[in-house]
């Protein structure tokens, strides 16, 4: 059975505070850590978390600012440090996914700090939309685009549009999972992710196999992975008829800096999530400050989590105003789980669980049994 | 009477560890810090430590790796939050010296993460010269050069070439301080920073004065400034008659990382310093290996201290594998004391003292009464 969980590196907006890190978190599947954002300091926090820091596979930038971005040059020179060269076909390439510009940010960052990685990266750029952010933040492809040759470790990455049929980004599809990327509102363009996993297939029914004379052995590893086969008397078994239903595979949604979603295609394809990871930078009573902006309060992260109905909610990305709940004292200045009793209340009369994420909190994704 | 010390921010080498930021110090005098080198965290160790955030009007960058600059953006974000924006003409220029390549990085960093500042901010970049390191390393104009319109709150800033007679570069001369940058050989081009304070006038003597009949009033401050006066009587009164012996400036110099100096003039300018700031990668048992990464041991930051005759060698940049000392167990793995003791046997029979530095000392800089 494959682990999946989510470690917050870092749960503050604007800057790396001493107490609450600038926006980085990690998704670990069996042994491969995805990092969402990667501010100023994210290395570090990665040390003192219980991750490897050797393990970043993926990495997904959800908009280009500082405090999402600033640590991602030093923590891949930082991975390259701690990843074994040899062999070097051993290497995989790590991907990195953002908007358009990162590709530029990382060719100039690595390439006049001579900073050389073991293993090679490509950059992966999400295309946004001139509706995603005010037209003053829009950035030209004159300063969006790289210049000269790719960094030595660099290889070429993909440009990735809008497919307007799904009004989503597909990243990538492979065997165990499918990432797509969707549009937020935020001062500069701004992306949400969704990462679902495959449905896998049910357990063998074993007691049915036996009292068909069908021993362990081979033709139970080919049931499983959905071939029929014939048994010795010529009937023909089909996987449909041994196997338990299918074990639904998770979705875990983590979404940048925002004041709204654009259009219906994020709440449709975070629909039933088993984590929705959304931004709360201020509380209920500063609305009008937050959407100005381009932030979200708690009741409107709940109302996102709502229409998606998704199993949990996590806020993160607290003002620094916010101190971590282990430090703050009764009656003085912000209190944090005040966010938490907003987006609850909101959520009143649904089934969804609400988060406050903390430095160093790790959430286990556990596997469903059955479709809800 | 002026104050000034020194605050080490970072302290150690390659990337910022928990117990250990990457390179960064502040220079303070009278309230203005000086900003030597900035790695990433170094906000946060800012924050942590008894500086004000908002104080930095200088930024000095020794060369161009990331654990001296990573920082650098998210450094002056967060300056610019803790500054106050009224009224807009008290804003000063925070000036920013450092190699070839510089501006670029920092039109690039800010630009693409639409990063603004409340106060201007100019890059004076040095010109490094091709014998300052490998051959490889060197960058060239096409990598480094900046492109497209400045951003917004960039002024324009100067390119300082090196001054042949005196084989270093000038950077800043004002009322009260001459600083100047000298090349040191690494794996990029690395420089050091020597800044000077200018000597000042000493004490009126004021019994002298008495006795003279020149009761306290005008005639005081024109002498202390320099001026002769007309006494009544008509003798002429010359401040050499009646003030002190000059009391000599400080000399303070902080060097990147390097496994040598360039020629005689480092030397020349660091004669006499108050304090050398020296880093000292790694123990004089792991010279080799140092030099080859092109860092200094101990015993290499000793001889150049003894060949300048300064008062105090303070080593930094320390390989990650020593511990701060007061997390240190005896018998347990490399001991940074042990880098003190290496400098201090390199330095017998003189009178310069060895100082370790670690993360948020601050040493005072006292005053001296007469020329050494």
């Known amino acids: 059975m494959s682990m999946m969980d989510m470690t917050f590196l870092g749960t503050g907006s604007a800057y790396p505070a001493p107490h609450r890190g600038a926006s980085a978190l990690v998704l670990r599947t069996d042994g491969e850590c995805w ?7 994210t290395q570090t926090q990665l040390m003192k978390s219980q991750l490897r820091t050797g393990r970043i596979a993926k990495v997904f930038i959800s908009h280009l600012h500082g405090d999402h ?22 290497l995989k390439c790590v991907d990195i996914y953002g908007p358009r510009g990162l590709r530029h940010f990382l060719r100039v960052t690595l390439g006049l700090t001579g900073s050389q990685l073991v293993f090679p990266y490509a950059v992966h750029e999400l295309e946004p939309t001139p509706d995603q952010s005010p037209e003053e933040a829009w950035l030209s492809t004159e300063v969006t685009t790289e210049r000269g040759a790719l960094h030595p470790q660099e290889q070429q990455g993909r440009s990735i549009t809008l497919d307007p049929s799904s009004d989503t980004y597909l990243l990538l599809e492979d065997s165990k999972f499918v990432v797509r990327a ?15 996993e495959r449905d896998r297939p049910g357990r063998l029914r074993t007691e049915l196999l036996l009292e068909l004379g069908v021993k362990p052995g081979p033709m139970y590893g080919r049931l499983k992975s959905g071939e029929s086969v014939t048994l010795e008397c010529g009937r023909v078994l089909t996987p449909g008829e041994v196997l338990e239903e299918d074990i639904p595979g998770r979705k875990v949604c983590v979404l940048g800096d925002c004041s709204s979603v654009l259009g219906q295609a994020p709440l449709r394809l975070c629909a039933g999530a088993d984590v929705l990871v959304h931004e709360a930078t201020l509380g209920d009573e500063q609305q009008e400050r937050a959407v100005e902006h381009g932030h979200s309060t708690p009741q409107m992260a709940a109302a ?24 703050h004292k009764e009656g003085e200045g912000d209190d944090v789980t005040e966010l938490k009793r907003q987006a609850e209340e909101a959520l009143q009369g649904t089934d969804t669980e609400v988060v406050l994420a903390e430095d160093f909190l790790t959430l286990s994704i556990p596997l469903k049994r059955t479709k809800k």
């Open 69 to 90: 971005l600033f640590g991602l040059p030093g923590l891949l020179c930082t991975v390259s440090l701690n990843t074994n060269p040899d062999p070097p076909q051993k």
């Open 35 to 41: 990092l969402f954002d990667c501010g100023e300091g």
């Open 182 to 196: 969707f549009r937020l509102y935020h001062r500069v363009p701004s992306f949400g992710f969704c990462v679902q």
């Open 304 to 327: 996102v989590a709502r229409a998606a109905c998704v199993r949990k909610l996590v806020l993160y990305h607290f003002s620094q105003r916010y101190k971590p709940e282990s430090l």
